[in-house]
DNA sequence: ACATATTATGGTAGCGCTACCATAATAATG
DNA sequence: CATTATTATGGTAGCGCTACCATAATATGT
């Protein structure tokens, strides 16, 4: 019987590779590798019954199902999503869209999403927005015509048209990180504006005053926790225009320095700095030590994602941990349910953060646990 | 002329969005989008016309260019890449393979492969190996299955089956980062083996003598720069395997922290490290500043990569500048030379590196010139 | 003027798969 | 036992596009 299998396999295999060749009529190449109509042929069934097998396979008898089986090893065949995605309309793609490869915070809110992705039939494509809304609207409307399984968005700002259009495709959507900015569909994140609401009142609660906030980019996300930085800072009356210091050029470590020393000049009197992100905090950090000035006396730092340098360096620095791996799952486990049936309300998932208190926030008598 | 455009236009549209609904007998839904054929149907030619329009515009007369372009507008049509693929048997994607994703030095490849790419009508697909050799087989032959344009691998050590599955298919190949290793066909990079070999020299320059090896994860590429150091070190008549300290565990700052620790203890003599990336120097120099121990004097680091913040640092750090977004870029750009028709022979091109010394490894007398 | 090469255009038949329908085979009901 | 539900299977006609061929329209040569 296996024998038997097996000549009729390389029978097979033969017709497949050798039907074009011979042809006189130059047919259509094809792709050279078995179709589902191959599959089909050696296990003597229908081709819709091996595509049915494929999608359904309980919908398909035992016995025909052991054949299809068999001849789909024997030929090796792997369905085409082209095609797949062409006659069902549908595609096995989940679309994510960040806006910089660059970065360590998405980095590993990517991990995330493909740990919990793999072992399963979905695939994911990025798409890089490079913090620009033109190219976001480019790679929605680019992404949505391809009838993607589901796609996940990392953008507070949304276009109007965007909006519209991913709202319309009727395919799933989850918006990931900050959770401000309006809803299309559901939302994974944590609240920005208490985060750096807490960043504040910390620094207060050590005893510093005149606290700065420096930012790179001054993209949606940065601007956000500036205003969150203002109002808490206005609340306990301490806010000060000049303490603020940003700029549109890319954050960096060097960048974190140079602002830092136009900072300090600025601001003399400034005894702490709540930084956008970690890049910059370590900026200062290192800024700081080429000065001579004392961390956390002279000068407490705060940074924004906790990157794990931030646990390492010396001193360590002070950040707010983001649940990035965490959201990535989250985001991928929603779609998931979602496409399995279990419909589920659009809904918001807040993992929330956590404020890792370290040595560059930690002045004088307090005992610091860093970790 | 306009406005009778735009009642058929509109006339059209109506069309187009409502012959399935009303349909008695329940037709294929279709995508909703505008299709080759409502183009050719409102520009009155034939829609195997518009395709070549598409493709090569200039097979087709001034007159129909015009109808045809104006209908496309009039329609907002845009061609549907799987129907393209499928019935060409040909795709616009250009897989990437990449070990992994939070790590800096990849992103900044695909930076260039991005900046390269942009204005073509590639795309391109990222697949994350995440260092596993099982893992890059099986999306070799996931992407090759889907004929991709153009294939690009950051791999030292493909397998023997992926090889000959990348040879066979036809599809341009472009390897990148280290040009060590077996070629299937272009390579883009720089030589490992030679800039350990420098590293290791510069700090026997130095004066340093009891030079160690840092490394984590331990893939191929450590391996690769592991075995230069060895053998420069032999050389010298310095080698000394205890002084090689090694791990597979994941690299980061923290780790780089913990290694010297045991380093130091274990070689309480050792005046210099070589570590095989920026965040393992990174590291080293934090757990120097933690036990007092002075750089360059006392201890001269050495990293590879030479991220952003190894120039920040204080004190700066000595590093191998590897051309990693130029690598992206003449890869995409002679992928592009190979799929515009204009064949090359498969070659190698060496974009080189730099040993950037900066204070780390800048032992006394000398005068540093950090960046 | 004619035959011959060179465009320009379109018809048709797929690419590999699935939605929709139809039918056959089996089970459940009275 | 006939009659109705419930499976199980397959045929057909697309999804939106392009390769292959055929034909029409124009230009070139002798």
Redesign the interface.
């Known amino acids: 019987m296996i024998f038997g299998t097996f000549i009729y396999n390389d029978i097979l295999v033969f017709t497949i590779n050798n039907q074009r060749k011979e042809s006189k009529l130059a047919k259509r190449?094809?792709?050279g590798?078995a179709t589902i109509n191959d599959v089909a042929k050696l296990a003597e069934v229908g081709s819709i019954t091996v595509s049915r097998f494929l999608r359904e396979p309980k919908k398909v008898s035992i016995k025909l199902q052991k054949r299809i089986t068999k001849s789909i090893l024997n030929l090796n065949y792997?369905p085409?999503?082209?095609?797949r995605?062409?006659a069902s309309?549908k595609?096995n793609v989940i679309g994510v869209l960040i806006p910089s490869?660059?970065n360590?915070v998405f980095?590993?809110t990517?991990?995330g999403i493909?740990d919990m992705i793999k072992n399963t039939q979905y695939q994911i494509?990025?798409g890089?927005t490079?913090y620009s809304l033109d190219e976001e609207d480019r790679l929605v409307?680019l992404f949505i015509?391809?009838?993607p399984a589901a796609m996940i968005l990392t953008s507070l700002g949304t276009s109007e048209k965007s909006c519209k259009l991913l709202k319309n495709s009727n395919v799933p959507i989850v918006q990931i990180m900050e959770l401000e900015g309006k809803a299309i569909d559901t939302k994974v994140g944590y609240s920005s504006i208490l985060a750096a609401e807490e960043v504040v009142t910390h620094l207060i609660e050590k005893g510093y005053l005149r606290i700065g906030y420096m930012a790179a980019r001054m993209d949606r996300r940065s601007i956000l926790r500036r205003d969150s930085y203002r109002k808490q800072m206005q609340k306990n009356g301490i806010y000060d225009k000049q303490l603020e210091i940003t700029t549109l050029e890319l954050s960096?470590?060097?960048l974190?320095?140079k602002l830092f020393r136009t900072f300090k000049k600025t601001n003399p009197d400034a005894d702490a700095i709540f930084c956008s992100n970690d890049?910059l905090a370590?900026?200062v950090i290192?800024?700081c030590?080429?000065q001579g000035i004392s961390i956390p006396e002279d000068m407490g730092v705060v940074g924004f994602n906790d990157l794990?340098?931030m646990?390492?360096?010396?001193p360590s620095i002070s950040s707010v941990r983001t649940n990035r791996y965490q959201i990535g799952q989250l985001a991928i486990k929603n779609i998931l349910q979602r496409l399995d049936g279990n419909f589920r309300e659009p809904k918001q998932v807040d993992v929330g953060f956590q404020l890792i208190a370290r040595q560059s926030s930690n002045r004088a008598t307090d005992v610091a646990t860093p970790i």
């Not at 085409?80 to 095609?83: E, T």
């Open positions: 190449k094809g792709s590798y792997v085409d999503p082209k095609a995605a062409l309309g595609s490869l660059s360590n980095s590993d990517l991990r493909h494509q990025i890089n490079r409307s015509r391809q009838r960096s470590v060097g974190g320095r890049d370590l900026g290192f800024e030590m080429d794990e340098m646990a390492a360096c010396v």
